[in-house]
């Protein structure tokens, strides 16, 4: 294979990456499916992936291509394209320039739920931990209402406030003072049961699950620095949820 010919699959493989691991991929699922497509492309590739950086290089010659990443919000539906795609060309359902014009396309694609699609999400996920517990329909119902707030609480931090953790703080902040007011004025029954269950639309699910599929695969510094993103987020939430508490308890006595 020519020169130019191997520099563009591996500046494609590159882009794949990136995409999957800003997506919410994990790096070995990254460094398999970049290497299996430039296998089947006709080059022989490594890829080394971290969480801030992407290094793709063919072995049998010293081309070595870096890509920044940065990781922020994931879209599972991106790391599903890319998946379906790259099996699709290992397979040879699709050729090299099918493969390049699709990767392009998911990579400018931005699809979003809208926001009533959204907000009725973040109540139903906000109710379904009241299930498990010994709790009032009362209780149930307010959950619902007021991890939509939370919810809407966080979103709106973000978008004004790009510092990292403090939307889910603000979002912990206001389902701590809304259940907390509740119990007081004796609309709720237990603000721990809403408080707990109201949280579920902020708890970083995704980067738990990834830190421990990392960690347990051997990929031990991703897997860190993973849970520890998990853990300075939960520890968000938490100081949130306190402050909520007792900015209550001290106005309520």
Not at 212 to 229: F, K, N, Q, Y
């Amino acid at each position: 294979m020519e020169l130019e010919q191997e520099k563009d699959v591996i500046e494609l493989c590159g882009k794949v990456g990136k995409i999957l691991l800003e997506n919410g991929a994990e790096t070995a699922r990254v460094e398999g499916t970049v290497e299996y497509i430039g296998k089947a492309a006709g080059v022989d590739l490594s890829c080394h992936a971290a969480m801030t950086a992407i290094f793709v290089d063919a072995n049998d010659n010293p081309l070595t291509h870096l890509v920044k990443v940065r990781t922020g919000d994931f879209d599972l539906r991106k790391v599903d394209a890319i998946n379906t795609l790259s099996r699709q060309f290992v397979a040879a359902e699709i050729d090299y320039t099918q493969l390049k014009q699709a990767v392009a396309q998911v990579n400018v694609r931005r699809r979003d739920y809208s926001w009533p699609s959204k907000i009725l999400g973040a109540g139903l996920v906000s109710v379904a931990p009241m299930l498990a517990f010994v709790a009032t329909w009362q209780d149930l119902a307010w959950a619902f209402f007021v991890g939509i707030a939370g919810y809407l609480a966080a979103q709106w931090t973000g978008h004004i406030n790009t510092t990292p953790y403090i939307a889910v703080g603000v979002g912990g902040l206001v389902i701590s003072l809304l259940a907390n007011i509740l119990q007081v004025v004796g609309w709720g029954t237990s603000a721990d049961y809403i408080i707990i269950s109201a949280l579920m639309p902020l708890v970083p699910g995704v980067a738990i699950t990834n830190s421990l599929r990392e960690i347990i695969a051997r990929h031990t510094i991703s897997g860190m620095v993973r849970a520890l993103d998990a853990i300075m987020t939960a520890g968000a939430i938490g100081a949130g949820v306190v402050v909520g508490a007792a900015v209550v308890h001290l106005i309520g006595g």
